[in-house]
Nanobody, 123 residues
């Protein structure tokens, strides 16, 4: 059974940092594309960052230069380092994994999702 478990969310002041982690069981992040999405209250789900099977990263314009997605092969995890956090980064963050060896074209192509972790940026 595949399971993705996120952690690392919480309350942080503007300008602060958080590191989200998503640990997988039942699949290997080594050969899967991965992504972080978020959903803010009253807004559509949006892609925050992704890594293709080949290791190419992609970021939403709103987080470029502030967020970094990476894989931790020793833990079979994908991390999202978030720096210089802003009020508008407040959302539930979800990690997602694509199918074996395939690069997703959109959220519908991600086959497994975590339960989400809340990030709140507030003073």
């Amino acid at each position: 059974q595949v399971q993705l478990v996120e952690s690392g969310g919480g309350l942080v002041q503007p300008g602060g940092s958080l590191r989200l982690s998503c640990v997988a069981s039942g699949l290997s992040f080594t050969i899967n594309a991965v992504a972080w999405y978020r959903r803010a209250p009253g807004k559509e789900r949006e892609l925050v960052a992704s890594l293709t099977v080949g290791g190419i990263s992609n970021y939403a314009d709103s987080v470029k230069g502030r967020f970094t997605i990476s894989k931790d092969y020793t833990r079979n995890a994908v991390n999202l380092q978030m720096n210089s956090l802003k009020f508008e980064d407040t959302a539930v963050y979800y990690c997602a994994s694509g199918a074996f060896g395939l690069d997703p074209s959109g959220p519908e192509d991600y086959t497994h999702w975590g339960q989400g972790t809340q990030v709140t940026v507030s003073s």
